[in-house]
């Protein structure tokens, strides 16, 4: 006998087919994000300095994601010392120095521990994690503490005013975050510079090298396009007569107002 495709099996098959798809993919929407593969466990037995910690089998472990403020290590001991820890990463390969990169994970939790730190105003957003959704977590943590001034955030400096070149000079070789308006975008052989101030030689810039340009057109901004544009900025600090932020990955550059930095939006 043929069944026609209303018959009362072939209903009761698409429902538990419907009802599996919900909620196979009810589970994707709502899992935790930076839950990359397992690269491996270990306990915590020595915090190395303010971004690494020393493992029981003598792997030292750098945390990606974040870059460290005069609270991190203190924080990293309350959080690891003693610890188990799992690390996720999309690559394991260990630095020059021999550290392998890794988001931890405390025992069974589904929270970085990069994201614990972010969320107490203990660590900065270095916008080195490429996945999109991970990106965007970290930077809400991030913005969170910011907001309710935590942790670094409750000094009113920990922000620079693109307007005090001579402030932000003085943190040259540190890794810093920057406010203001693009008064120009210009380019200069293979460089554009955002220039924050008038006087091109000691006013503030973020440079972007030609080959940083797709990314940013992938992301949906143009380079031009942030001129008179108040953005954020973050990133080490250079330059000799004016101080240069030199934008290696577009998550380094916010807009202002929004609550994803440019390049992690959906």
């Known amino acids: 006998m043929t069944r026609n495709a209303t018959s009362p099996g072939l209903v009761t098959q698409r429902l538990r087919f419907i009802v599996a798809f919900v909620l196979a993919a009810g589970h994707t929407a709502f899992a935790a994000p930076c839950q990359f593969e ?3 466990e270990g306990r915590v037995v020595g915090i190395v300095d303010a971004r690494s910690v020393r ?3 003598g792997r030292e472990v750098r945390l990606t ?3 460290p403020t005069a609270s991190t290590r203190q924080a990293l001991t309350s959080l690891l010392a003693g610890r188990d820890v799992t690390l996720r990463g999309t690559d394991d390969t260990p630095d020059r120095y021999g550290r392998q990169g890794a988001l931890l994970f405390i025992g069974e939790s589904d929270t970085s521990v990069q994201a614990m730190l972010l969320a107490q105003g203990d660590a900065l957003v270095s916008a080195e994690i490429a996945d999109k959704e991970c990106a965007t977590a970290l930077m809400s943590s991030e913005t969170e503490a910011r907001r309710q001034k935590k942790g670094n955030w ?5 922000i620079k005013n693109a307007e ?3 402030d932000i000079l003085a943190g040259k070789g540190r890794f810093v975050v920057v406010e203001g308006k693009v008064l120009s975008v210009r380019q200069a052989g293979a460089m554009t510079y955002l220039n924050f101030g008038r006087n091109w030689t000691h006013g503030f810039a973020a440079t972007i090298s030609k080959r940083m340009v797709p990314a940013f057109e992938s992301a949906g901004t143009t380079l031009k396009s942030l001129e008179n544009r108040y953005i954020r900025v973050r990133g080490w600090v250079e330059g ?10 577009v998550g380094q550059v916010e807009l202002l107002g929004a609550s994803e930095p440019i390049g992690v939006r959906p």
């Open 38 to 40: 397992t690269q491996g």
């Open 55 to 57: 493992l029981d089998d």
């Open 65 to 67: 994601g974040i870059e």
């Open 154 to 158: 409750a000094d009113p400096s920990a």
């Open 164 to 166: 005090s070149p001579d």
């Open 240 to 249: 000799t007569t004016g101080p240069r932020i030199d934008v290696l990955r």
